[in-house]
């Protein structure tokens, strides 16, 4: 059947200064992904400087997660009382701070506390990122600059791959905490002199959806079908992304048998694929969107669909040893998984009111992260517990393949901004029946 939604004027209000935003916003989201894979890079030298095995490995790449929800809530609460500007820059202070330590000599208890310090500053960087884009774009525009944004999360570690392995083969890893702890104070820095959030009148619904009023109570809107949808794939993507991170590196190393440098390599290989990926969705989910395809489509089935295809396929890469085959689906899977990012929260945004979306997506956020605490962790314990380690790291693979598919499955039949923000308008528009 044809589509019959009406394709909104293409306008964006101020656009040089959108786009700057979007620019600066990809940059922070760089950083913060930057600094989430150095422990994961630095695996080796950490575990023998440290005196950890692979099972307090896990624990120190998993405690990172630990107040990672915390953050989101509170930065989620924070978001509709203090500027972004002031607040993203905060943010990346702290992260600066928290990666300085690392620089030099630190025990096992120290660096937890850093990376769990560093996982409550980053916690609500997604959510106060992409309100600030969404302020500055209509409903229809939101997909691709939602996927820039993003994309700098893939760029982070397809560029800080090569560069820190480069450094830690060079000079030392506490020499690659030193590189990010720099990197985020400049950011900081850049933010604060250029950022800001964007005029009112340029955040919109959909015009295919329902008004929502108001007064809208934050807990209905995150009890619909598409906000649990919505999490559900988040929750298995970002576990797969955080498992990856964390141990992908030492998977090629001493799973498959790679030396360092070729490891660095290869590991930039999946983010690149999916930044590239990131990027394609959004223009897919844009140009149907234009083409008068709703939301249920644009949305929900897309990113779905992605988001399934690369579950299956790390239902085989686990499978298979070192060589080419296997890099090219563990690239193609992660291109998948991170493909559907940003649509979702496009979809989340065209449901939730403004006055809610930072604490909606704050408490979304939170919610999904509990993923990435669960996946390094159990990944750890399996091939701590496995002889060889290779097949822990099969097994830790194929369960996250497992509910890869369980969570894509759940987007696909749960999401769907318009049917649920007619149920939510419904109350409050429906005629009252006379009485006689």
Known sequence: MAPNHPTPPDRVGHPRRAWLVVGLLALLMFANFAAKIGVGLAGTPIKRDLGIDDARF????????????????????????????????????LWALSLSPMTGQIGFTGAVACRVLLGFAEGPTVAIALQVTHSWFPAHRRALPTSLVLLGAGVGPLVAAPALTAVIKNQSWHAAFGVLTVFGAAVALLWLLLGTEGPEDADSAPPQLAALPDDLPLRRVLGTRTVIGATALLFVAYADTAAKLSWLPLYLEKGLGYDTSTAGVLVALPFLGASLAIVAVGVASRALTRRGYGSRVTRGLVPGAVVLTGALLSLVYPLLGRGP????????????????????????????????????????VAAYSVGAVIAPALVGA?????????DGYRTAFLLIGAALVAGSAA?????DPERDAARLAAPVTAPQKETV
């Open 382 to 390: 399996l091939v701590a517990a496995a002889h060889p380690a290779l």
């Open 58 to 93: 896990g624990v120190l790449q998993s405690s990172f997660f630990w107040l990672f929800a915390v953050g989101s809530v509170l930065g989620g609460w924070l978001g509709g009382r203090v500027r972004a500007r002031w607040l993203l820059a905060a943010i990346a202070v």
């Open 411 to 415: 987007g696909l039949l749960l999401i």
């Open 325 to 364: 085959l296997f890099v090219a689906l563990v690239t193609l899977s992660t291109c998948c998984v991170g493909g559907g990012y940003a649509v979702v929260f496009a979809g989340l945004s065209d449901l939730v009111p403004s006055r809610h979306r930072t604490a909606a997506f704050g408490v979304v």
